[in-house]
C-alpha cells in the first residue's frame, strides 16, 4: 500500500471516533501540549538549531530567502507565545456539535442543524513551525483529523513538535493516528489525488503556489493567497498616529503576511509626513521603492529611495522593503487597493467618520482597519485562540480562520414514522416549519 495512502487512509479512519471525543478530552489533550511544550523547551530549541544552520547554508547557495529564515526561527520567547496560543484554544467555546438552528416541520417531526468537524483536513504550509501547533491545536478542538505538511527548511523542528503532540494524544488514549505529517513535495502531489480520504485542503504560500493545488485536485481548497497589505495615510489623518501605525505595519515583523507592503499617503499631508516617517523607516533598514510624486519628496530631503516599478504594487515583500505612493484623493486610493492588493488587510488613517466608512466599504478584502495596524490581523489577537490561514477568497469563511472555519453541519431529522406520502396529493397534510427554540440532544 502507498505510504501516502495509508497515512491518509489511517486518518480518514480515526477522524470518525475522533469526531465525535468530548471537550474535556480534547482540553485535556492541549493543555498536556501546552506543559509538554514548556517542558521540552531546550530540545525544541536544538532541533530548530539544526534546522537554522541548514537553512543559513541554503541562503549561501541562494535556495532560500531570509524572510522564511526568519519565520522559521524559534526563540524561547516564541516558544512561549505558542504555548499562550495552545493555552487560548483550550479556552476556547466548544461549537462541534452546536445547534445552529431547530425547525419543527409538524408535531413530532422535528429537523436540527447541529455542527460537526469537516473530517480530515491537510494544511501544507512554509517554514514558521509555530503554525504546526496552531493548526493542530485547532484540528483537535475541533474534532478533525489532519495531514500536516511543512517546509523541508523546517524538517527537524516539526517532526520534533508532531511527536510531542503525538505523544501528548496517546497518553489521553486518544487515536494517534488523527494526526499524520508528510514530509515531501512528491508526497504532496500524491494528497491531491486522495478526495475520497481528504475533505479539505488548506495551503499557506504564495499565490502560484495556492493555484497550482486549486488547478491539481478535486478537493476542496481554503485558500490563504498572498498578503499585499496597505496603509492609507488620509488628509484627515493624525499624523502621530499615522507614523505609529505605518511603523508597527512595517517594522514590528516584516515576514508575514499582514505586513505592509504599500504606505499610500494623501498629497495633501504628503509633504509635512513623508519626511518624517520615511526617515524613521529607512534607519530601521528599510528600503524604498517610490513613485515619481513622493522620490521628488524623499529627494529633497535626502532620502534615499528608488523609483518604483509597476511590478512593485504586486509585489509580497515579507522584508524589509516598502513601496510608497502619493494619491490625490480617497476614490484614487481605494482604486490603488482594489487593483493590486491581495484581499488580505488594509488599513485607513483618518479622523474624519464618513470617508473612513467609504474606505471600509468600498475596499474588498477580508479585514478593513481605521487608525490601526495591519499587524492585528491574526487569529489569536482576534480572539479564535490561534489560525490555520487567512483566507483572502469569500467561501466558506474569509479572514482569520479558527475553529469555526474548520466545521460544518449536518442535518438531523427526528421523526415517530412519519412518511413523504402523507404530505403529498390530495387532502396531503401541511407542514408547520415552525421555528422551535430547543438545543439537539442526543437522547432525544
Not at 75 to 94: C, H, L, M, N, W
Not at 132 to 156: D, F, H, R, T, Y
Not at 289 to 314: G, H, P, R, T, Y
Request: net charge neutral; hydrophobic share 40%; aromatic share 6%.
Amino acid at each position: 500500500m502507498n505510504r501516502v495512502y495509508g497515512k491518509a487512509k489511517n486518518a480518514k479512519t480515526a477522524s470518525i471516533i475522533f469526531s465525535s471525543t468530548n471537550t474535556e478530552k480534547k482540553n485535556s489533550v492541549l493543555k498536556r501540549v501546552a506543559m509538554l511544550l514548556n517542558e521540552k523547551r531546550q530540545p525544541l530549541l536544538e532541533a530548530n538549531a539544526v534546522d537554522l544552520e541548514n537553512a543559513e547554508q541554503l541562503l549561501k547557495e541562494g535556495k532560500l530567502n531570509n524572510a522564511l529564515i526568519k519565520r522559521l526561527k524559534l526563540t524561547s520567547e516564541k516558544i512561549d507565545e505558542i504555548i499562550e496560543g495552545v493555552k487560548s484554544v483550550a479556552g476556547q467555546e466548544e461549537l462541534t456539535g452546536k445547534t445552529l438552528s431547530t425547525l419543527e416541520l409538524d408535531k413530532g417531526l422535528e429537523l436540527y442543524r447541529v455542527s460537526v468537524p469537516i473530517g480530515v483536513i491537510c494544511c501544507i504550509f512554509e517554514s514558521r513551525p509555530d503554525a504546526l501547533v496552531q493548526i493542530s491545536s485547532l484540528c483537535i478542538k475541533s474534532g478533525n483529523a489532519v495531514i500536516l505538511k511543512g517546509g523541508s527548511e523546517a524538517l527537524e523542528t516539526n517532526r520534533f513538535l508532531f511527536n510531542l503532540i503525538r505523544q501528548c494524544l496517546e497518553e489521553e488514549k486518544l487515536d494517534k493516528e488523527a494526526l499524520q505529517l508528510i514530509e515531501t513535495r512528491a508526497d504532496v502531489k500524491e494528497i491531491l489525488d486522495l478526495d475520497g480520504l481528504i475533505d479539505l485542503i488548506i495551503p499557506r504560500g504564495s499565490n502560484s503556489f495556492v493555484k497550482f493545488i486549486q488547478e491539481n485536485t478535486r478537493i476542496a481548497v481554503l485558500g490563504h493567497a498572498s498578503g499585499i497589505c496597505h496603509v492609507f495615510v488620509d488628509k484627515e489623518a493624525d499624523l502621530c498616529k499615522a507614523e505609529k501605525i505605518c511603523f508597527d505595519a512595517k517594522t514590528q515583523y516584516p515576514a508575514v503576511c499582514n505586513a505592509m507592503e504599500t504606505m499610500l499617503v494623501h498629497s495633501a499631508v504628503a509633504k509635512e509626513f513623508l519626511p518624517k516617517v520615511c526617515k524613521k523607516l529607512i534607519e530601521s533598514g528599510v528600503k524604498l521603492f517610490a513613485d515619481k510624486e513622493a522620490l521628488v519628496i524623499l529627494k529633497e530631503n535626502n532620502l534615499a529611495a528608488e523609483q518604483a516599478k509597476q511590478e512593485n504594487w504586486s509585489t509580497e515583500y515579507n522584508d524589509l522593503i516598502l513601496n510608497v505612493r502619493i494619491v490625490n484623493c480617497l476614490d484614487e486610493a481605494i482604486s490603488h487597493i482594489n487593483q493590486f492588493g491581495s484581499r488580505h488587510t488594509d488599513s485607513i488613517v483618518s479622523e474624519d467618520k464618513e470617508r473612513s466608512l467609504k474606505f471600509i466599504n468600498m475596499v474588498d478584502s477580508s479585514s478593513v482597519m481605521v487608525n490601526a495596524s495591519t499587524r492585528f490581523s491574526d487569529g489569536y489577537r482576534y480572539g479564535l485562540g490561534a489560525e490555520v490561514g487567512i483566507n483572502t477568497g469569500k467561501i466558506h469563511t474569509r479572514g482569520p480562520s479558527g475553529l469555526e472555519s474548520l466545521l460544518t453541519y449536518k442535518y438531523i431529522l427526528v421523526g415517530q414514522g412519519n412518511i413523504v406520502a402523507d404530505y403529498s396529493g390530495k387532502d396531503a397534510k401541511k407542514f408547520s416549519h415552525k421555528k422551535l427554540e430547543k438545543e439537539w440532544n442526543s437522547g432525544y
